[in-house]
């Protein structure tokens, strides 16, 4: 067995601990002082704020070259689906409307006119 001294994964493992152990003494000041946290909310505001003009600007854009905005693209989408509801609803209805009227429901024969035209004859009329 080897000596803990002379190991250098040993030696290793205690530097990366020690250096760990400094940076988070170092970092736990830092952040507690009120400049850090002024700083902080500067940068998400700054960070905000340029999230909200590239918004306007990416809108801006989509209106000069006559595309759907994301909040437009969301509305249609919520107004397609409240359409496919009320169509859902009127398939529900149509089809207790036929059965309670004894229409048969799997085949569509009964809901077309009777055929009362003849296809032409083999032999042909010749004028």
């Known amino acids: 067995m080897t000596d803990k001294s002379n190991d250098p994964i040993s ?4 530097m990366v601990g020690e250096m760990e152990k400094g940076f988070n003494s170092f970092a736990n000041q830092a952040m507690s002082s009120p400049e850090f946290s002024q700083a902080v909310n500067r940068a998400g505001g700054v960070a905000a704020g340029a999230q909200k003009q590239l918004g306007d600007l990416m809108e801006k854009y989509l209106v000069s070259m006559n595309l759907p905005s994301r909040d437009q693209v969301t509305g249609l989408a919520e107004r397609l689906q409240s359409i496919e509801g ?3 609803e009127i398939k529900s209805m149509l089809s ?3 059965a309670s009227s004894g229409i048969s429901q799997g085949s569509d024969t009964a809901m ?3 055929r009362t035209k003849r296809p032409p004859s083999e032999g042909g009329e010749q004028t």
């Open 96 to 98: 207790q409307m036929a």
């Open 11 to 14: 030696m290793w493992q205690k």
């Open 86 to 88: 009320q169509i859902g």
């Open 112 to 114: 077309r006119p009777p």
